[in-house]
């Protein structure tokens, strides 16, 4: 069994930071891709920031400059410092990985946290 843990979650004032962090455990042979996505109440889950193996990274335009993604590859770890936060940050932050559970098999399968609730209000 596979699981990603995500902690750093919380409740900040606008412009204020938080650094979420998702931990994958269990059996992992190697990951992909990993990211975040959030989902606001009423609105579909979307992509926040996205880093492969090589490291190469994508990030939704709405937090572009303000939102950085990274990994440890060893720990099987994928962060998100989230600074200069709007009340539009306001969601429910899904960690993602795309994990190769096995050596003898070149198929992966899309993993998800449980999620951490982000709330921006004064």
């Known amino acids: 069994q596979v699981q990603l843990v995500e902690s750093g979650g919380g409740l900040v004032q606008p412009g204020g930071s938080l650094r979420l962090s998702c931990a994958g455990s269990g059996r992992i042979f190697s990951i992909n891709a990993m990211g975040w996505y959030r989902q606001a109440p009423g609105k579909e889950r979307e992509l926040v920031a996205r880093i492969t193996s090589g490291g190469g990274t994508n990030y939704a335009d709405s937090v572009k400059g303000r939102f950085t993604i990274s990994r440890d590859s060893a720990k099987n770890t994928v962060d998100l410092q989230m600074n200069s936060l709007k009340p539009e940050d306001t969601a429910v932050y899904f960690c993602?990985?795309?994990?190769?559970?096995?050596?003898?098999?070149?198929?992966?399968?899309?993993?998800w946290g449980q999620g951490t609730q982000v709330t921006v209000s004064s």
């Open positions: 993602n990985a795309i994990i190769r559970t096995t050596p003898q098999s070149i198929l992966t399968r899309n993993y």
